[in-house]
């Protein structure tokens, strides 16, 4: 079952990675709603959302969730003590709003900017609200584990609309301009290698003058000297 969830989450991910650039390390925003579900059901949040969101994780909240935990006082301390140590993103709202209408702000001002939320809640009219708002991703607390909600049709047509923009485009440009062949690029027929026909440097330094010199010298044909045949009787005649 565990092995299921973490590939469920996985596909969620995934999704939400390739179309709104939400990657690790993730930025959880959580209310106090998560928070006491985290500790009915003895959860870990710092242990267990980096293993079922298979990346880093920076776990933050903000300070109108912080004064409703506050004002509704001993019910919810434990989920205040546990929203305590997380790091407190600024917020807008002054005075404080409802954790739902703070929440769903970020939410709206994330898709459009470049600081990306992955919002855990347990609060289902916030939950509802969230779906309506186009890559945002939902964490909740079920059966004593921590899941991620479905993509919401929302979030689906969003991601879907820039293809069928650009299909749009095409369309009209083949409307006006008709179909365009996309001819083929004739191969150009490539000359000899420059380098190949550059010409020898001469060597005109004196120690190539003596080289060639010397080569000039042994290379001329010596002559040989033949010995002259002396006559028979001119030899015979002296000897007598």
């Known amino acids: 079952m565990k092995v299921k969830r973490i590939k469920r989450a996985n596909r969620i991910l995934t999704f939400f990675k390739y179309n709104y650039k939400i ?14 579900a985290a500790l009915a059901n003895k959860i870990n949040l710092r242990e267990q959302l980096p293993k079922y969101l298979g990346g880093d994780v920076e776990i933050v ?6 004064a409703e935990l506050e004002r509704l006082g001993s019910p919810v301390y ?3 003590v546990i929203c305590r140590q997380f790091t407190v993103d600024m917020c807008p709202h002054m005075p404080h709003r409802s954790p739902t209408e703070c929440l769903a702000h970020l939410a709206r001002r994330a898709a459009k900017g470049n600081t990306k939320y992955i919002i855990a809640t347990n609060d289902d009219s916030l939950s509802e609200k969230l779906r309506t708002i186009a890559g945002t991703p939902i964490l909740y607390i079920k059966y004593n584990a921590i899941l991620l909600d479905r993509v919401s049709e929302v979030s689906k047509t969003a991601a879907e609309q820039p293809k069928s923009e650009i299909d749009a485009v095409k369309a009209m440009k083949a409307a ?3 179909e365009q062949e996309v001819k083929k690029k004739k191969r150009k027929i490539k000359g000899a290698n420059p380098l190949s026909c550059k010409k020898k440097k001469v060597d005109n330094s004196a120690d190539a003058v003596v080289r060639t010199g010397e080569r000039t010298a042994s290379s001329k044909r010596k002559r040989s000297k033949r010995k002259r045949a002396t006559d028979p009787e001119t030899s015979n005649q002296t000897i007598t």
Not at 61 to 66: E, G, I
């Open 61 to 66: 909240t903000t300070k109108c969730v912080l």
């Open 23 to 36: 990657v690790p390390p993730f930025r959880v925003l959580v209310d106090g709603t998560f928070c006491n």
């Open 176 to 178: 006006v301009f008709g």
């Open 78 to 80: 434990g989920a205040l």
